[in-house]
């Protein structure tokens, strides 16, 4: 019905945008369809399906909609406009949509330059409305060095460039793309924190600006890149041995190899210290028995950091295990509707041997492996804050193009009091952020003031983007527009590296010395 009704609309349309008298009478569901969308009868994005069939281009001049579903990004490779470029036939688009390896981009401007057209239909997420730095509204740069700011540039441009321009396809196929790898690893911040080996040795705050203008335009590809360098690079790092870190993390920080942490178990996700993977001391190494479930990277990694109770000290020792090993199992999880680039698996691990030079020496209980956990939970806070601020920045964009009753939506009071509230969650999450960025470079952080951080950071961005699909109305609930997918995506960085209640009350253990994690009765 409401497909018939979308590729009727350009008979029911007469003069002025407004439906004809008698069109109207003949679907009487459709004005009030319009109403609770919010959306107008000559919503381009609607027409597409007609100029689909018809094989129809859409030509340069574009309205407030049409401009808007050219580009919403900065102008960092030219200053032009953002309307819809000539002679590029939305049938085109489509075909070029589905080619992993070509942006389909039109014209001579480029995926963010605004003269030429553009095959995509997926809006990179803006700077801003008029100041490129529209959502960093208390100038976060100023607190930050040369150097780090250098970094939050030069991923904003390869994000804006390279990946928002096709992500689109990725995500609704849920489909990794594989040929970012090697453009993610040239970036060179893969590694993060860690010194040496290869690695750039970056300050918390640098590496808390690429992630998170990685997540400005996509929260999957930021948490592919956390994987690899605050989980399993980390590990290594901290709690392997010379040779460990000279076999794996060179090759590992370009991105040559994929890794893998794989904790969390069917039964024990929240409940991490208490794993039932088994780790059995054998004659030169170790027998490992037992099942992981939401490993990232999993189906193609090439190195797994798996965490796996010892039964001779019922401790959580830490092992490094090639993909490939005999008894080692992978299935890919089917049907998820966040996070749908990130390949999570279920692993099975039958009998998989790991030579005594592949366990981690400094992993030796689950406390050993906290200071990477930690890390880990600090950058995911700082994933929320990049989703917020590509949530934030779209919408202003939007708002002030989209019209109704004759007038921008930014106009309205209602409206602008939530872009404000958005602004302002923002600004408090950044400043945090910073802060823990800072308390990590200094050695004063503790386990606590990071799981605050995480828990406090990912709600506010949770409202952040809430609110941002709302002022979206209909066009809030389709991907075209960058919102609803973060919106969806938002759910998962909300709860991995632990949820808000898991996270709340390790702050409430460190702050009252009792913990109130596990229950005083087991039912």
């Known amino acids: 019905m409401a497909r018939r009704i979308c590729d009727g609309l350009p008979q029911l349309r007469s003069g002025g945008g407004e439906l004809g008298g008698r069109a109207a009478r003949g679907f009487p569901g459709v004005l009030l369809l319009f109403r609770l969308l919010r959306v107008s009868p000559a919503l381009p994005h609607l027409r597409r399906r007609q100029q689909d069939k018809e094989g129809a281009g859409l030509g340069g001049g574009g309205g407030g909609e049409l401009e808007f579903l050219s580009v919403v990004a900065t102008q960092l490779q030219s200053g032009g406009g953002g309307g819809l470029g000539d002679g590029v036939g939305q049938g085109q688009q489509r075909s070029a949509l589905r ?12 995926a963010l330059g605004g003269g030429g057209g553009r095959g995509g239909r997926t809006p990179v997420p803006s700077s801003g409305g008029g100041d490129a730095r529209t959502s960093d509204y208390y100038q976060l740069d100023e607190l930050l060095t040369e150097h780090e700011n250098e970094w939050r540039a030069k991923v904003r441009q390869f994000m804006e460039k390279e990946v928002a321009p096709i992500i689109l396809q990725y995500w609704e196929t849920a489909e990794f793309p594989f040929h970012l790898i090697p453009k993610l690893g040239s970036l060179g911040f893969a590694g993060g924190i860690i010194k040496g080996y290869g690695c750039p040795g970056l300050s918390a705050a640098a590496y808390a600006m690429c992630i998170s203008e990685t997540a400005r335009v996509d929260a999957s590809i930021a948490s592919f890149c956390l994987v690899q360098s605050c989980l399993a690079m980390l590990s290594i790092a901290q709690l392997g041995s010379e040779a460990q870190k000279e076999k794996y993390l060179p090759s590992l920080n370009k991105m040559h190899k994929v890794c893998v942490y794989a904790m969390t178990e069917p039964d024990h996700g929240s409940d991490a210290s208490t794993l039932s993977t088994t780790a059995r001391k054998v004659p030169g190494g170790w ?16 190195v797994f950091v798996v965490l796996a109770k010892n039964t001779s000290t019922n401790q959580i020792n830490g092992f490094i295990v090639s993909a490939g090993s005999p008894g080692l199992t992978i299935g890919t999880i089917e049907n998820k509707v966040s996070l749908r680039i ?95 960025c800072k308390l990590h470079d200094a050695g004063k952080i ?47 960085v909300y709860s991995y590296e632990g949820s808000y209640d898991v996270n709340a009350l390790i702050v409430a253990r460190e702050i009252t010395g009792i913990s109130s994690i596990r229950p005083a009765s087991r039912l």
């Open 99 to 110: 080619q992993p390896e070509a942006p389909a981009v039109g014209g001579t401007g480029g």
């Open 287 to 302: 027998i490992l028995n037992g099942q992981k479930r939401w490993p990232a990277n999993s189906s193609f990694a090439d």
């Open 342 to 436: 990130v390949q999570n698996c279920d692993i099975v691990l039958e009998d998989v041997f790991v030579p005594d030079d592949d366990r981690l020496s400094g992993a030796n209980s689950f406390q050993d492996l906290v200071n990477a956990l930690s890390v880990a939970r600090v950058m995911v806070a700082w994933v929320g804050i990049g989703v917020a601020m590509g949530v934030h920045d779209t919408c202003l964009r939007y708002l002030g193009e989209r019209k109704q009753f004759g007038a921008p939506l930014a106009a309205f009071q209602l409206n602008q009091e939530k872009l404000v509230r958005m602004l302002g969650n923002i600004q408090a999450m950044s400043l945090l952020g910073w802060r823990l």
């Open 446 to 492: 503790t386990v606590g003031q990071a799981s605050l951080g995480k828990a406090w950071i990912t709600k506010q961005a949770r409202e952040t983007v809430a609110l941002g699909r709302e002022l979206l109305g209909g066009n809030g609930i389709v991907t075209d527009f960058h919102v609803a997918k973060a919106f969806c995506d938002m759910e998962s």
